[in-house]
């Protein structure tokens, strides 16, 4: 076969195979949607899991936004006092966590210790036949195992966005007041009269809501398409973090478009 | 009227892709019996019972539980039809983040309202049945292998199913084991008036517990008869399968081009 045109097709076949994923997933978001009236029925099985994800991954989200919170304190500081405004650092602080790096550091956080996790137990769970014994026993593993982590993941995530602004503030705070010494009242009321509630918290939690969705669906349905075998549910874990990475990335590109044009 | 077979399957047909796996297969499974389904690695034994479960379609033929065609039920009907079956896993596929005790309950939990105190009656006389009531407290990932499976054959019969499947009951366990999980399956069936499934390739254990026995070789049912029958069978594949011979129909080289070929090729 001519090499341009063994090129075109295998560019091809990867297109066409990327696409049928996506679609699949797509299917499996709507299954989840169905099924997940049964989900809820089962409601400790979810609150069982926004343990797992959610308040498993509390320690790494307050370590991690405690430096965010620092790191922006002493670069916010350096940068403000050429300017003669050093007591804006409690905004920028603020602003830079809840529009862009709670919710953004939250899911690539959450993608790496939550959705691994998700995605191994699924793996393992289908390359030990727990799925298919379940589906023999007439009860759905959409219903009963994937349902109940989904709405885990989408209700621990902003929560856990949320924890992570606060925090990193905190972080923020130490820096600039006791140690820099900057305006301790300045600090607080500059924050409280320049951010605003619904362009800045909700978008930010607009924003972690739909990154929860995005991560926890990917997790689980690369676990769920996982070929049974070790070195299948290996790279189902690494797809699950790139994935999950770009695809936050990707959106919060897209969501602060259309918030910001808003 | 309740018919004589409780399974039957009908010029069936099933592959992946361009490969078939079965090619007009007929079997009947009559209620009460234990019926074995033999054959070598890969010949599509696990298969037939994923057909019967209808996890997986046919290509052509049907499979037909309790006078209803599996792969035109609805997915309420497979569920319904499914509660009328226990399936036992290779490995036994036991919840792993569940205890014995769970384990064995989950189906009844599922299924039914049942209270709790008459959940642990049921579930403690199903592990007494297996001889495990004493490791209820264990989790799954505590038992050996031989446990295991007793564990998960509890849960298969948690429902009294009517029809019990066994996929590979005696892979990878020790005699103790495999004559345990062998008593069992016989025991059982007679004790809870069901009709066993049992796909394996031991031959000893299944000429001794089972009351009909299908060959499957090169995707057809090669041959079938009484375990007695069989055994007296001069027929080249029952024969090399029976006595375990490494060379005959089933050839020991795996097709390939000619031994002189693939040297000088490869030069």
Redo the contacts between chains.
Sequence with gaps: MNPIFKILSSLGNQVTSRIWRLGSAARFFFLILIYSGESFRRIHLTIREIYFTGVMSLIIIIVSAFFVGMVLGLQGYYTLQKYGSSESIGVLVALALLRELGPVVTALLFAGRAGTAITAEIGL?KA???L????????SPIA?IIGPRFWAGVISMPILASIFSMVGVMGGYLVAVPIIGVDHGAFWSQMNVNVDFRFDVINGLIKSVVFGVACTIIALYEGFDAPPTAEGVSRATTRTVVTSSLTVLGLDFILTSFMIAH | MTQKNIVEIENLSFGYDNRMLHKDINMVFPRGKVTAIMGGSGCGKTTILRLIGGQIKPKAGQVSVDGKIVHKQDRQGIYELRRKMGMLFQHGALFTDLSVFDNVAFPIREHTKLPESMIRDLVLMKLNAVGLRGAHKLMSTELSGGMARRVALARAIALDPDIIMYDEPFAGLDPISMAVICDLIRTLNDALGATSIIVTHDVEEAFSFADYIYFIADGIVAAEGTPKELSKSRLPFVHQFVHGEKDGPVPFHYNAPSYKKDIYESV
Excluded: L
Excluded at chain 1, 132 to 139: D, G, H, I, P
């Design positions: 769970m030990t036949e727990q298919s014994a379940m589906e023999m026993m007439a009860v009963r």
